[in-house]
């Protein structure tokens, strides 16, 4: 299951990202070369070259990624994690003094610093072990201190170290049922103990999230196949599976008919 966009490091330049997360960590991110699409459930974001945004942490979102021509997809991104920025509240004395809604995706606006601060990586970039580490937590912390620099709004973002709160669990799971994440990770962000989810799932939706989640995702996908003619080996990604094969025997078993067979059969109509 892809659920997490995480890794060990902290800094990445690198030609790939996955598709589809949820971000445990706020993040900082430039696009170096390629096109990215970002959907969060509520908003579609289109990223170019040149691009800065900031990624808030504890979202769902999906990512549709593309190379231009003769250039491969590129990134340089910086996670920052709540140890990290625990320390850096300690050390600088900097903390929240307001509550924000938190938007997944901020565009930044561009600045000199930033693209300075990108040159500034290329001495390390081939450096490993310990002198890598030591030099990554320098450029972090200069990163962080551009950041609150241009946009000082974001340190009510970045010092807020609350968990999710109890939310609308009907309105949360309409919107974002589509995301491949786990149960545990649904409660986490409705801001629920797995028990309490489950138990308020069913009083919401009369079922259980599993089951809940198995019908809708292939509602959707029968939607999208029959009404929108799209292709099931596209659809099955799209409204939360991970294999197409448990995708089409799911549908069969629901529907009486198979993803590839009621897309000919939608094709033959429409002749």
């Known amino acids: ?69 003769n250039e491969a997809f590129k990134t340089v991104h910086f996670f920052f994690d709540q140890d990290f920025l625990k320390s850096f509240s300690q050390e600088y004395g900097i903390t929240a003094d307001a509550v924000l809604n938190k938007k997944a995706v901020t565009r930044l606006t561009p600045d000199p610093s930033f693209m300075a601060f990108i040159s500034s990586l290329t001495p390390y970039l081939s450096l ?28 009510n973002v970045l010092f807020d170290f609350s968990d999710p709160g109890k939310i609308d669990l009907e309105a949360f799971m309409n ?7 786990s149960i545990q990770r649904f409660g986490y962000l409705t801001g629920r103990s797995l028990t309490s989810f489950k138990r308020d799932f069913q ?23 029959e009404k ?20 089409s025997y799911a549908f069969k078993k629901k529907y009486g008919i198979s993803p590839s067979q009621l897309k000919k059969a939608v094709s033959l109509t429409r002749r």
């Open 203 to 225: 009083k919401v939706f009369n079922t259980s999230p599993g089951r809940w989640l198995l019908e809708k995702r292939l509602e959707e996908a029968h939607f999208l196949i």
């Open 1 to 69: 299951m892809r659920d997490t966009f995480g890794s060990s490091a902290s800094c990445h330049y690198t030609t790939d990202i996955s598709s589809e997360q949820f971000v445990p960590d706020h993040l900082f991110f430039y696009m170096v070369s390629g096109n990215l699409t970002a959907f969060d459930g509520h908003q579609v974001y289109s990223m170019q070259p040149g691009d800065y945004c900031f990624i808030t942490r504890n979202h769902l979102i999906k990512y549709t990624k593309s190379a231009a021509q």
């Open 228 to 247: 929108k003619g799209q292709q099931p080996s596209n659809v099955y990604l799209e409204v939360g599976f991970e294999d197409l094969s448990h995708f």
């Open 128 to 155: 490993s072990g310990e002198a890598y580490n030591n030099f990554l937590l320098l450029k972090r912390k200069e990163m962080l201190l551009i950041l609150l620099k241009t946009d000082p709004w974001l340190k």
């Open 175 to 181: 919107r974002n049922f589509r995301f491949n994440v």
